[in-house]
């Protein structure tokens, strides 16, 4: 027999169920403390959790500095007045343990080791309370997880892009079959928790590979894309375009990329890595002219589509490598005035930069994602004619070792140059 008051809270018991579904469907979610993360060593995504931010903006500015200081001026790195849940793209990969528990989050560091994560502080939080649900829907829709080992499963990884201004949310399942089961039903649960969900993508990835996405889209919900709002333009993103991940860092970066290219409204400038056309786009408005070279032929077409929309008459892309679009206008005696590059973390290789020598434009406005191979790249073409006129570190990737800098490079005129006999 209960005592008085104790159907009282059997009840509020109940009705919590209700509201919030069962245990199978609503895993209990672990949530650290703001500025704290007991997964920070595990996951090793953020090298710096625990540091003061300001700390960590100092530290950076010594580390970019002990790089490209030889080159010239390195500013104080520019950093976020809110640097929590700031990623707009979200990746999670699933793993099912022995006792059949099915967990989602991120690859230890180093290996093939999921460690579980409900809720990051440096992921939108919106994102990553999609993956949470979904993984509490895999039971009822008898979905499997993907097994690296024997390959038997299904679903290998969730991606979540929003739009920062717009809202709009893609979900990409990443399958390793086109077929979901009950496909219809799985995305009507799933908007019944996320009305914000605009559009779901099926990515196939059958290969035994550790690709993320596959190069097959079906979509299976809404448009297939979703759009944001960036420097005051428009871009569609599709699944597998690339998009700066904190869209508030990035419109100080581009501000920054742009004021350095000097533009007075009669450049010729080329967008070489352009992807989606962000960079080019956001130059357009103050350069005569601007190509966009990218070698993704889904962003190529977002890049046109985007300047479409944005009714920009100024701008062309090509779906060619940019190294060798250079040399073939270098050799059609073309030139241009200004040379935006954004490469991967790899950098560049010395064909793309010895293409860039052959068109000699007047500025090469170059951002980096890796101080490294950044310097490497600055050393050949400042003993190539060029010379290094500002250096702009942005704190995109708050609480990670990781930096973005802006380097703007001048051209030499023939009467700089010193000519020494020796004897």
């Not at 960590?56 to 580390?63: A, G, T």
């Not at 297939?224 to 991940?245: A, H, K, N, T, V």
């Not at 077409?301 to 090509?318: G, L, P, S």
């Not at 007047?362 to 951002?367: E, L, P």
């Amino acid at each position: 027999m209960r005592k008085p008051g104790e159907n009282n809270k059997f009840r509020k018991k109940e009705n919590a169920k209700k509201q919030h579904g069962s245990k199978s469907e609503r895993p209990e979610k672990h949530i650290c403390p703001p500025g704290e993360c007991d997964l920070a060593k595990k996951c090793g995504g953020c090298q710096y959790q625990g540091m003061d931010y300001e700390k960590q903006l100092n530290k950076k500015h010594r580390e970019v500095k002990e790089l490209l200081g030889s080159f010239g001026k390195v500013e104080p790195v520019i950093g976020m007045q809110e640097p929590f849940h700031y990623r707009n793209k979200v990746n999670a990969t699933f793993q099912r343990l022995k006792n059949g528990t099915v967990i989602s989050g991120a690859y230890q560091q180093g290996t093939h080791s999921v460690v579980k994560i409900d809720e990051c502080q440096i992921e939108d939080k919106i994102a990553d309370s999609i993956i949470y649900d979904i993984r509490g829907m895999l039971r009822s829709f008898k979905i499997k997880v993907y097994d690296e080992d024997s390959g038997y499963g299904l679903l290998r990884h969730v991606l979540v892009r929003r739009g920062f201004r717009t809202g709009e949310v893609m979900v990409v399942l990443v399958l390793a079959s086109p077929i979901l089961p009950s496909k219809n039903n799985f995305v009507k649960a799933l908007r019944e928790k996320h009305p914000e969900v605009t559009t779901v993508v099926v990515n196939v990835n059958d290969r035994r590979t550790s690709v993320v996405l596959g190069e097959r889209n079906i979509t299976i919900y809404g448009k297939g894309f979703i759009e944001d709002e960036l420097c005051g333009l428009r871009f569609r993103i599709s699944p597998s375009s690339f998009y700066q991940i904190n869209p508030v860092q990035t419109e100080i970066l581009y501000g920054k990329a742009i004021e350095f290219a000097g533009l007075t409204g009669k450049e010729k400038v080329i967008d070489a890595y352009c992807g989606i056309g962000t960079i080019g786009m956001a130059a357009a408005g103050k350069a005569g002219s601007v190509i966009g070279v990218e070698v993704n032929r889904d962003a190529v077409r977002d890049a046109i589509t985007n300047a479409k929309r944005n009714n920009m008459k100024n701008i062309t892309f090509y779906n060619e490598d940019a190294g060798e679009f250079m040399v073939k206008m270098a050799t059609q005696g073309e030139t241009a005035d200004v040379v935006f590059m954004d490469p991967p973390r790899a950098g560049s290789d010395e064909a793309f930069l010895s293409s860039l020598l052959q068109l000699s434009p007047k500025r090469v406005v170059y951002i980096s994602c890796n101080p490294v191979t950044q310097a490497r790249d600055l050393k050949y073409l400042t003993s190539h004619g060029y010379r290094v006129e500002r250096c702009q570190p942005v704190d995109m990737f708050p609480w990670t070792y990781h930096i973005e800098v802006v380097c703007v490079l001048s051209k030499l005129k023939s009467g700089h140059h010193i000519s020494t006999e020796v004897n």
